[in-house]
């Protein structure tokens, strides 16, 4: 990078929240130090849920310097990055998950270029999750298939692609193809679950949004601000490591966990929904994704795709995952429909 295209870029905030994340968090600080960007523009914002494994050393000890914050409610990790954005001073900041690893040292360019070169787009992803051969196979099935959920999935709402093909097949009109990104313009009716997993966006945007650390939805700022017709996204030919599991027994509990403490916790909060009851596209969706996973038959239909695509026996847990999501959330909302009902006959 010459001295000229250092001096054009703009100051970046980045914020990270973690909570007991000391098995991933020292590569992603070694991935952050190592970026090709002058650190003078650079802000690590760490909002961290008390945790007790170790990880406030780690922050401590790196070499970066960072900005480390006890959260206000440290088991929200939504609120978290709502207090993180009100802390950033950065023109552009940076939404990088305790699990991301960035897989080059000009990753944060190569994310805000699109938005220096085109004042109209809020923010940029990656298309794609990383693939890396030699990861656990729970790992390389997401990066795969392009989602750790199969909900989100099925009703046609993840942002990163599937390996299976190599078009834009996600929400959005594409409007405008460059050689390292394109342009993807959403609207209320087709927006995707973006905001996380190395996301960039511009700061004073996001601000428009109900940004404040108690309505603070990765997916949902984003979408408030379509109202002021801030629409249009970059898509960025390249790739975030997403080191999210280590078995699939392990990582189906936390989605339980997820859906019940936060998700269904502050579900009448949300602007976005996953899941829109009143979309009769959602409704079929999730149809489908029941069908799909009780009967296994479409699921494995997909895998056999993926594997002729690209070959790797992580395909097959396609089947296994989504039978098992399935399972999962419907125990979850019966847990909910349970405590209701106890709620109501003891009051």
């Known amino acids: 990078m010459n001295n000229k295209t250092k001096l054009s870029l703009p100051t970046l905030s980045v914020i990270i929240v973690t909570k007991n994340n000391r098995r991933t968090l020292p590569r992603l600080l070694r991935n952050i130090e190592s970026q090709d960007y002058p650190r003078k523009k650079l802000e690590v914002i760490i909002v961290d849920g008390n945790s007790t494994d170790g990880t406030i050393d780690l922050i401590k000890s790196s070499r970066l310097k960072i900005k480390l914050v006890f959260g206000k409610k440290p088991n929200d990790p939504e609120t978290c990055k709502g207090e993180g954005l009100h802390l950033a001073k950065g023109e552009m900041v940076a939404l990088i998950d305790s699990d991301n690893y960035l897989p080059n040292n000009d990753w944060f360019r190569k994310m805000v270029t699109p938005l220096l070169e085109d004042k109209n787009i809020v923010g940029s992803f990656t298309w794609r999750f990383a693939y890396r051969k030699k990861d656990i196979y729970l790992n390389r099935y997401f990066s795969l298939i392009g989602s750790a959920d199969p909900v989100g999935l099925y009703l046609g709402k993840a942002d990163k692609m599937s390996y299976i093909s190599d078009k834009?097949?996600?929400?959005?009109s594409v409007i405008r193809d460059e050689k390292d990104y394109f342009v993807v313009r959403f609207d209320r009716e087709h927006f995707p679950t973006l905001g996380s997993n190395g996301f960039i966006a511009r700061r004073k945007y996001l601000l428009k949004g109900k940004s404040d650390m108690n309505n603070f939805f990765h997916i949902d700022v984003p979408f408030d601000i379509l109202k002021f017709k801030l629409s249009d996204y970059a898509v960025v030919r390249d790739v975030v490591i997403h080191d999210t599991a280590i078995a699939l027994f392990p990582y189906v509990i936390k989605r339980a966990r997820y859906m019940m403490l936060h998700y269904q916790k502050r579900s009448s909060e949300r602007r976005y929904k996953v899941f829109d009851p009143a979309r009769t596209q959602d409704i079929?969706?999730?149809?489908?994704?029941?069908?799909?996973?009780?009967?296994?038959?479409?699921?494995?239909?997909?895998?056999?795709?993926?594997?002729?695509?690209?070959?790797?026996?992580?395909?097959?847990?396609?089947p296994i995952f989504c039978f098992s999501i399935f399972v999962t959330y419907i125990v979850a909302i019966l847990i909910k429909l349970f405590k209701g009902l106890f709620m109501t006959f003891t009051n």
Not at 168 to 172: A, E, L, Q, S
Not at 293 to 314: E, H, M, N, V, W
């Open 284 to 318: 079929i969706g999730v149809i489908l994704f029941i069908i799909f996973s009780c009967t296994f038959i479409q699921p494995f239909y997909i895998s056999i795709r993926g594997y002729l695509k690209k070959p790797d026996i992580a395909w097959f847990i396609h």
């Open 168 to 172: 834009w097949t996600g929400f959005g």
